[in-house]
């Protein structure tokens, strides 16, 4: 079950924020990653175009061929949909620490868990053949469950609207937060900048929320705010001792087009120097498209 949700807010110092858009998108994933139902507020009817496709490889693309015009807007439905694929390959944390204990596996036979385990090698930082997952699974067929730490409040003092009212996470169910600020040239600083904070979490049975992935990445863009000046990323939370190593990654967005960082970032940013969860925050920047508009516009519009 997915409860996902949007918000595009406007907000000036000194004055009440501006009426914000804001988007819920209600779907259900089956076992066999298809989706079953998905329900937007706003309606979208064309919804029922990506029911049965498999919310994973090539959902994103049979989302744009169904909802074409919400790509090219980069609508909050749309970050809502393109978001749904790692978010869902997250919640199988949720599984991962709710069952009890599994037999080792075979790592050499030639099962669905075992070719699984092998095609995803070299994927990411994580991933890679020498790092903590795939030499655990060569030596005991089993993948290890990371346990993060607990997670800290993410409202920021002063700063009440930062995140949209969300309900308390339920128990033994994960969660994955995205904030993306878009802030104007100030006394110090010429151009736009942006801050953006991600993270996953997980709720255990005791009711404890601890943090599985988070990342802060933050930069600026050039003055014709077409492309990214340059990027810092801050690896906050990760369940590898080999993660923290994609952030070097982010350097290679200085200079990129913003408005096409979704496909440069899925089309380049691959091996063990990156990050799957990192690369997620890098394709995110593309939505201060919209930002920008919605700042220069003055009033919020879908």
């Not at 029911?51 to 790509?71: Q, Y």
């Not at 970050?79 to 694929?85: E, F, K, Q, S, V």
């Not at 699974?137 to 002063?158: C, D, K, N, Q």
């Not at 009711?207 to 863009?221: D, F, M, P, R």
Request: with cysteine; proline share 7%.
């Amino acid at each position: 079950m997915v409860d996902a949700r949007g918000r595009d807010l406007r907000t000036s110092e000194g004055s009440a924020p501006a009426d914000g858009f804001e988007q819920v998108l209600t779907a259900t994933i089956g076992a066999d990653r298809t989706l079953v139902a998905a329900v937007a507020e706003p309606a979208e009817p064309r919804l029922s175009g990506l029911l049965g496709t498999v919310v994973g490889p090539g959902f994103r693309a049979r989302m744009a061929a169904v909802l074409p015009d919400h790509a090219a807007r980069r609508t909050l439905l749309h970050t809502l949909l393109d978001d749904l694929p790692g978010a869902a390959l997250v919640s199988g944390y949720a599984r991962q620490r709710a069952q009890p204990p599994v037999a080792p596996r075979d790592a050499s036979a030639g099962g669905a868990f075992a070719q699984h385990v092998k095609a995803s090698e070299d994927m990411c930082a994580g991933w890679a053949a020498d790092a903590t997952i795939m030499v655990t699974f060569r030596t005991t067929g089993s993948i290890p469950t990371p346990m993060g730490p607990v997670a800290p409040v993410l409202e920021r003092p002063g700063d009440l609207l930062s995140w949209h009212v969300m309900a308390p996470l339920g128990r033994q169910a994960t969660r994955r937060r995205r904030r993306l600020d878009l802030l104007p040239p100030s006394a110090d600083r010429a151009t736009w900048a942006f801050d953006s904070h991600f993270r996953d979490s997980y709720r255990d049975a005791a009711g404890v929320e601890t943090a599985v992935h988070e990342y802060v990445v933050n930069g600026w863009l050039d003055p014709g705010c077409r492309h990214i000046g340059g990027v810092l990323a801050e690896a906050r939370v990760l369940p590898w001792v080999e993660c923290p190593g994609a952030v070097a990654s982010a350097s290679q967005l200085a200079g990129r087009s913003v408005a096409d960082l979704r496909a440069e970032v899925r089309a380049e940013f691959t091996g063990t120097t990156t990050c799957t969860h990192l690369n997620d925050s890098f394709r995110i920047l593309a939505d201060v498209v919209p930002l920008l508009a919605l700042a220069h516009a003055g009033a919020a519009t879908p």
